[in-house]
């Protein structure tokens, strides 16, 4: 019976380590789904912020381009009404891109898309059998 009883506690103690030993492992594994989450959090906020910065240059770049083409393009006639046009485009254009970024375009999409759904499903199906028919090739 003393045996027993010494089985019984060795068992115990065993049943206990093993608790503690996967409580343990359990919890360094949350923490490396913790760290790993936000290091992916702050690798996806970095792509974020470089892409809206990049598109920010690009609306700079549109807008440069704009007074270009007002300072050396034609300033009347039917060229210079063209060039007018162009330019004015570009100006709004890249004041858009510059003031609302990315998170801006996907609103006004967002917003597009909810207000036409028809033509947008449409739009997406279009879309989807030219990327199709180019890939295919």
Do not use: C, W
């Not at 115990?12 to 030993?21: L, P, R």
């Not at 240059?57 to 046009?85: C, Y």
């Not at 858009?96 to 999409?109: H, P, R």
Request: proline share 2%; hydrophobic share 40%.
């Amino acid at each position: 019976m003393a045996n027993t009883a010494a089985n019984t506690r060795r068992e115990e103690s065993f049943t206990e380590k093993a608790k503690d030993t996967a409580s343990n492992v359990l919890d360094k594994a949350k923490q490396a789904a913790s760290t790993v989450a936000e290091k992916a959090k702050d690798v996806a906020s970095a792509v974020g912020d470089k892409a809206d910065t990049a598109v920010s240059s690009v609306g700079g770049g549109m807008q440069s381009l704009a007074g270009t083409i007002r300072d050396k393009g034609p300033s009347s006639g039917v060229l210079g009404g063209a060039a007018s046009g162009v330019a004015s485009a570009l100006d709004t254009s890249g004041r858009y891109l510059e003031e609302q970024g990315l998170s801006g375009i996907a609103d006004d999409m967002t917003h597009l898309i909810r207000r036409h759904p028809i033509p947008a499903v449409l739009i997406g199906i279009g879309l989807g059998y030219l990327l199709a028919r180019v890939t295919r090739s």
